[in-house]
């Protein structure tokens, strides 16, 4: 009953040598589209390649507990950013989450897709603070997030979409983990950016050495009408609604810049393939030895498809 639903998060855990994933998984709630609710799910893998979807016995679904989900599935549910904290000192707190929440009385009180808190001392088992803690940012923000403990300013940062939904990079900041900074733009579309390169979906980023390389996602369009209409013609490029990577990179972790002359680094495939569609970038690629790992989800399927 599940469809993989995009988002992933890998990390690399130096202190046991596992590989951890934790993937969206989606169920539709009805044939119209965008109907939908999205759980969590969790995998390990010893080498990064072969993986292991453990029996965690830990979320019911359709009567069962059989199965790997972490946390159970809810509208909206979807751009869950998972990541360990280097700096924690509360172990219950070592695994920190953001992820977004549609419930009926948030969408009575007219707010959309916030973004909410939880943490976890191993990763598994997940706790929610109540509500008076959770939205922590009530503004909201759609498809993934990426959230991060930043050495450089000492801080925790995540990446956000402008409001309303616009689709542009922003970033907030927290010492905490709880209370956030309002979202400034850190990336956004300019003169040099053609027509149909104009729609910024989100943007991931690791550290390097002295500088801070981000993953752009680039969804190309024309007109602002499709995209709120989401419908494929059969007269439009190849190209159109396909998404794609450019490389960003920052000296400080605040002020961004353009790289690789706004060429992809990550390119969609032949048509037919398993990544025609969509390539979107990971949540946060890693080094280990002298190489940089980098995990990305690959889509046959346009976006509005």
């Given at each position: 009953?599940?469809?993989f639903?995009?988002?992933?998060?890998?990390?690399?855990?130096?202190?046991?040598?596992?590989?951890?994933?934790?993937?969206?998984?989606?169920?539709?709630?009805?044939?119209?589209?965008?109907e939908?609710?999205d759980?969590?799910?969790?995998?390990?893998?010893?080498d990064g390649?072969?993986?292991?979807?453990?029996?965690?016995?830990?979320v019911e679904?359709n009567?069962s507990t059989?199965?790997?989900l972490?946390f159970?599935f809810?509208?909206?549910?979807?751009?869950n950013?998972?990541?360990?904290d280097?700096?924690e000192?509360?172990?219950?707190?070592?695994?920190?989450?953001l992820?977004?929440?549609?419930?009926e009385?948030?969408?009575?009180?007219?707010?959309c897709?916030?973004?909410?808190?939880?943490?976890?001392?191993?990763?598994?088992y997940?706790n929610?603070p109540?509500?008076?803690?959770?939205?922590?940012?009530p503004?909201?923000?759609?498809?993934?997030?990426?959230?991060y403990?930043?050495?450089k300013?000492?801080r925790?940062v995540?990446?956000l979409?402008?409001?309303?939904?616009?689709?542009?990079?922003c970033m907030?900041e927290?010492?905490?983990?709880?209370?956030w900074?309002?979202?400034?733009?850190?990336?956004?579309p300019?003169?040099?950016?053609?027509?149909h390169?104009r729609e910024?979906?989100?943007?991931?980023?690791?550290?390097?050495?002295?500088?801070r390389?981000g993953f752009l996602?680039?969804?190309?369009?024309?007109?602002e009408?499709?995209?709120?209409?989401?419908?494929?013609e059969p007269?439009?490029?190849?190209?159109?609604?396909?998404?794609?990577?450019?490389l960003?990179?920052?000296?400080d972790?605040?002020t961004?810049?353009?790289?690789?002359?706004r060429?992809?680094?990550?390119?969609?495939?032949?048509?037919g393939?398993y990544?025609?569609?969509?390539?979107?970038?990971?949540?946060a690629?890693?080094i280990?030895?002298?190489?940089?790992?980098?995990?990305?989800?690959?889509?046959?399927?346009?976006h509005?498809?």
């Amino acid at each position: 009953d599940w469809q993989f639903g995009g988002y992933t998060n890998v990390m690399h855990d130096a202190d046991d040598g596992l590989f951890k994933m934790w993937y969206n998984v989606r169920r539709p709630l009805s044939e119209q589209r965008g109907e939908d609710a999205d759980g969590l799910a969790y995998a390990f893998s010893e080498d990064g390649i072969n993986w292991q979807t453990p029996v965690i016995n830990l979320v019911e679904d359709n009567g069962s507990t059989d199965n790997n989900l972490v946390f159970p599935f809810f509208r909206w549910g979807a751009g869950n950013s998972v990541f360990k904290d280097p700096v924690e000192t509360d172990s219950a707190k070592r695994y920190k989450m953001l992820f977004m929440l549609q419930s009926e009385s948030m969408r009575f009180a007219g707010i959309c897709q916030p973004v909410c808190v939880a943490y976890s001392a191993d990763g598994i088992y997940w706790n929610v603070p109540p509500g008076w803690l959770n939205p922590v940012i009530p503004e909201g923000t759609d498809t993934q997030i990426v959230a991060y403990w930043e050495p450089k300013i000492r801080r925790y940062v995540v990446y956000l979409r402008g409001r309303p939904n616009v689709r542009i990079i922003c970033m907030a900041e927290s010492e905490d983990f709880e209370s956030w900074t309002p979202r400034q733009t850190i990336v956004e579309p300019d003169e040099q950016d053609p027509p149909h390169d104009r729609e910024f979906y989100g943007m991931s980023s690791m550290l390097y050495r002295d500088m801070r390389i981000g993953f752009l996602s680039i969804f190309h369009t024309l007109n602002e009408g499709w995209i709120a209409a989401n419908q494929i013609e059969p007269w439009m490029p190849e190209w159109m609604n396909q998404m794609d990577v450019q490389l960003t990179y920052s000296h400080d972790g605040r002020t961004w810049h353009r790289a690789g002359n706004r060429e992809p680094v990550l390119v969609c495939g032949d048509s037919g393939a398993y990544d025609s569609g969509s390539v979107l970038p990971p949540n946060a690629p890693f080094i280990i030895d002298d190489e940089i790992w980098i995990y990305h989800h690959g889509s046959n399927r346009l976006h509005g498809e």
